[in-house]
């Protein structure tokens, strides 16, 4: 295998999970970011156990398992019935709930071991294909490379992909708080309550001295109204929903606690061009609600770097495109389906969840079919052709 010299747009999950790895295989890897120091921002997330496997490959697993909380079941219940709607419980392994800034700290330390080049202060622009290879252009007019193979990896509102994503009508009020010592909650589950389908409240227990992560659904065109009006009103129809979870909303004193994350849904069928490739939310992009963002930016790292490793460039990228294609595609579709149960103005679909899924969950093989949904691993998450 030749060592290729290679350019990724965007320091994040994804472009620290593919720099690394195909930092070890012996190439030269620059990653390109706009930050001026490396400053994630973000709530909990969780990953998946398909995405702890990469982290396992790239070696950063036990930094993160360190600060993170395992996950052994997600719930939610539909108020005022108190009924529980959603149970998903792990059968294999559990779901790791971290803050995004823990993981970036588990990623960066490896990305910083495998010795890679990291460019600050870089915005990327534009990316061309020459003679020589595929150049990037910065805001500032540098032109950067020539590199063989150059990665985007710089997420939702990337400046190369052709990804054109449909905004989704609600997205989420997120906050990080201490785990207060006032409370029952238990610290291994993700828990939500939802009145029908346009009100939900979540708590996500992220580790760390303990934290927990607070969202709450709100459409993307209310957020100014909810910023003009008192936040002891909102306190009031949040604890109205969920008395539980007034000891977690204490601690929230301003509106600027909380951030407005806005959500679209999309993926390229194509993830790939000549010397490119398309990892994470910049190849595509979904609600949190199956919680796969993360894992899908990790799983396309894994799957672009054992493509590379296996096969020269240009059979590479074909070979990653079709090792990540159905199951993203299928992801997508699921999120596009179970979306609108827990976040939408739909009557329909918060019956169905209600009085359709909710039964179907406690008979088998549901229970096993919704943890290999939530685990990421429904389908193999890289195909692989049998030899
Ligand atoms: C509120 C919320 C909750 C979520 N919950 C979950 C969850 O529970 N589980 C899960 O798996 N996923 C979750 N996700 C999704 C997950 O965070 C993303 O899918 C994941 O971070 C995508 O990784 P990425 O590397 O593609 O992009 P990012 O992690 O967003 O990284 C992109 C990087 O590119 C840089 N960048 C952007 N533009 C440029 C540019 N022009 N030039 C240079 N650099 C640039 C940015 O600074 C950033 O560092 C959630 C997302 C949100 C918003």
């Known amino acids: 295998m030749d060592s290729l010299n290679i350019g990724v747009a965007g320091c994040g999950i994804g472009g620290l999970a593919v720099a690394t790895l195909l ?14 120091s490396p400053s994630p921002v973000g709530s909990g997330l969780v990953i998946q156990p398909v995405g702890l496997d990469v982290l396992r490959t790239i070696g950063a697993a036990e930094y993160a398992l360190n600060l ?14 108190n009924r529980k709607v959603l149970n998903v419980r792990y059968e294999k392994g559990f779901g790791l709930a971290i803050h995004r800034a823990s993981l970036f700290d588990a990623l960066y330390q490896c990305v910083q071991a495998a010795e890679c080049e990291i460019r600050t202060n870089a915005t990327v622009q534009s990316t061309e294909l ?37 905004p989704i009508t609600y997205g989420a009020l997120w906050g990080v708080v201490d785990w207060p010592a006032n409370t029952a909650l238990a610290q291994n589950q993700l828990q939500q309550r939802y009145y029908s389908a346009n009100k939900m409240i979540g708590i996500l227990p992220i580790g760390t001295m303990p934290k927990a992560t607070i969202f709450w659904s709100i459409r993307q065109n209310d957020f100014a109204a909810w910023r003009d009006a008192p936040l002891a009103d909102w306190k009031a129809e949040a604890t109205a929903l969920w008395p539980d979870i007034a000891p977690f ?23 790939i061009d000549t010397r490119l490739a398309f990892i ?38 074909p070979a990653y495109q079709k090792a990540r294609r159905a199951h993203v595609h299928l992801y997508q579709l699921m999120s596009w389906t ?43 998450p890289i195909q692989r052709p049998t030899p």
Request: proline content about 7%; overall charge negative.
């Open 68 to 81: 993170g909380a395992k996950i052994a079941t997600m719930e939610g219940y539909e108020t005022p019935s």
């Open 249 to 271: 909303l204490s601690q929230i004193t301003s509106h600027d606690d909380l951030t407005m994350a806005r959500y679209k849904h999309g993926a390229l069928w194509k993830n």
């Open 338 to 380: 179970l979306t609108p149960m827990y976040q939408s103005e739909s009557k329909i679909m918060p019956w169905l969840r209600n009085w359709i899924l909710a039964p179907l969950s406690n008979i088998a093989p549901f229970p096993w079919l919704l943890s290999k949904i939530g685990s990421g691993n429904i389908i193999p």
């Open 280 to 317: 994470g939310d910049a190849a595509h992009v979904a609600s949190p609600q199956l919680g796969q963002g993360a894992n899908m930016a990790l799983l396309d790292a894994a799957a672009l770097a054992e493509t590379l490793e296996k096969y020269p460039l240009q059979t590479a990228l």
């Open 130 to 166: 020459q003679d020589s290879g595929r150049v990037i252009t910065l805001t500032s007019g540098e032109v950067c490379g020539p590199f063989d193979l150059v990665i985007d990896a710089s997420g939702a509102n990337s400046p190369l992909s052709p990804l054109q994503a449909e």
């Open 23 to 36: 930092a070890k295989q012996g190439h030269n890897v620059t990653l390109f970011d706009q930050f001026s």
